[in-house]
């Protein structure tokens, strides 16, 4: 999911973090390709799908196709995993190409488990069974990890959240507050108080956000507006819960600690068992 010069970008392979910057990635393309890379696996992107598998299968015994935005696959997949959030409930039918994805899942999980509402998860899990009747349904929870969480707690914090996730996605907050909350953060900062410009546009186009600050950067203007307003809040330390480096791209006058999520299994049949079984079959592992 390139941003800038489609013709340039047209196949684009990444390897290490330095790849990022010869592209000139935006932030939301590092919030995609980061944690892979992080993994230490090799990364394509672009619009020529075509090259691109042809170029992948070249390096690769296993394509993962990584449907961010919500997308299907441009490959057919010997399996199929198809992510529903009980946080959004509704959406797995409301929305395009969301529920063609579910209808052709082999597997359906339900994550978040451990943060969502028990209704929620019902009616989630009772609509993924409803539209694919053939897909298991699994369940996974979402852990919010935070590094150094001693840095927080009782101190003033500015939340910086995935830019998507909270502006097209729909949620007033995500991974970062609630990792405030946790470490007993003593405020989070309201970062409308001091937004630039650019940033205080977003805050209008998208009234449902909270307390926290959307990791925007799709252009220079749009970074250091987000820089300004980052240096402009008056907190202690900052918690960014954006899946890139946010201190890679923007030079930030305050202690940084990051949230992330990781995937934790919620029950049996567990979906590393159901992946066992599918490697084992394809004579893989």
């Known amino acids: 999911m390139p941003y800038g010069d489609l013709e340039k970008q047209a196949v684009q392979r990444f ?88 209808r052709m899942a082999d597997i359906t999980l339900v994550v978040k488990v451990n943060s969502a509402a028990n209704a929620d998860i019902q009616s989630v899990a009772e609509a993924a069974r409803r539209i694919n009747s053939g897909a298991p349904v699994l369940y996974g929870a979402s852990i919010v990890q935070l590094e150094n969480p001693e840095l927080v707690r009782n101190k003033r914090v500015l939340v910086v959240e995935d830019g998507p996730t909270i502006t097209h996605g729909g949620m007033s907050y995500g991974a970062g507050y609630v990792a405030a909350c946790q470490a007993q953060a003593a405020e989070i900062i309201d970062p409308r108080r001091v937004a630039a410009a650019e940033i205080a546009q977003v805050y209008t186009q998208y009234p449902h956000i909270g307390h926290v600050l959307p990791a ?61 079984a599918f490697l084992k079959e394809k004579t893989l592992l």
């Open 15 to 102: 390897s290490s973090m330095a790849d990022f910057d010869a592209a000139d990635c935006t932030i939301e393309e590092r919030e995609e390709y980061e944690p892979h890379i992080a993994l230490g696996n090799i990364i394509y992107a672009g619009i020529d799908y075509s090259e691109i598998v042809a170029r992948a299968e070249k390096e690769a015994d296993i394509i993962l196709w990584d449907g961010g935005n919500n997308d299907f696959s441009f490959i057919r997949p010997d399996l199929h995993i198809v992510l529903v959030d009980p946080l959004r409930p509704g959406n797995e039918t409301s929305h395009h190409p969301g529920e063609a994805v579910l």
């Open 216 to 276: 925007v950067g799709y252009h220079p203007t749009q970074l250091q507006a987000l820089k300004e307003t980052i240096d402009a809040a008056e907190a202690d330390v900052v918690i960014s819960a954006t899946p890139c480096d946010l201190s890679a791209v923007i030079e930030i006058d305050k202690p940084v600690v990051r949230a992330q999520y990781q995937f934790a299994e919620a029950g049996e049949p567990s979906l590393a068992r159901h992946v066992e």
